[in-house]
């Protein structure tokens, strides 16, 4: 399904308040708030069977703070932040079976320092470097 991004709403007139877009069976797609055409404060997205597929925070339009994202399944899948759009800060991935994939740092949106990335079973699989740190 395409998520209705525009600012404005179908009279034209820019998006305030509660916000939520639905997919064809009626089920939640999208829950939140605009401020004058503007995401801001939590938003919520949904998977077609009702779990949360990822939630966190917008201001200024532009995500930020923490985020997290799940599977089909409800299992977590990732966990970021972003500043003013950005990643930053630490990210991880899991793998289906809940292990850590991988984990690394982001500063200004860019991967930096050392990046390790974990087999299922929770071993080390390889490190690598990524920019100044």
């Not at 939520?20 to 077609?48: H, S, V």
């Not at 970021?80 to 991880?92: I, T």
């Not at 809940?98 to 050392?114: F, Q, R």
Request: glycine share 16%; hydrophobic share 25%; net charge positive.
């Amino acid at each position: 399904m395409k998520m209705d991004d525009g600012k404005y709403d179908a009279d034209g007139r820019l998006k305030h308040g509660s916000f939520e877009e639905r997919f064809k069976n009626g089920a939640p797609a999208c829950t939140g708030q605009y401020a004058e055409g503007e995401k801001t404060g939590e938003w919520k997205y949904y998977l077609l069977n009702g779990t949360v597929k990822a939630a966190g925070n917008y201001a200024n339009d532009q995500m930020t703070g923490a985020w997290i994202w799940h599977r089909e399944n409800g299992e977590l899948m990732q966990t970021g932040a972003f500043d003013d759009g950005k990643r930053v800060g630490v990210w991880r991935r899991y793998h289906s079976n809940g292990a850590l994939m991988d984990e690394g740092e982001y500063v200004n949106g860019h991967k930096i320092g050392e990046w390790r990335a974990y087999n299922p079973d929770g071993t080390l699989k390889k490190t690598s470097r990524h920019g100044k740190k």
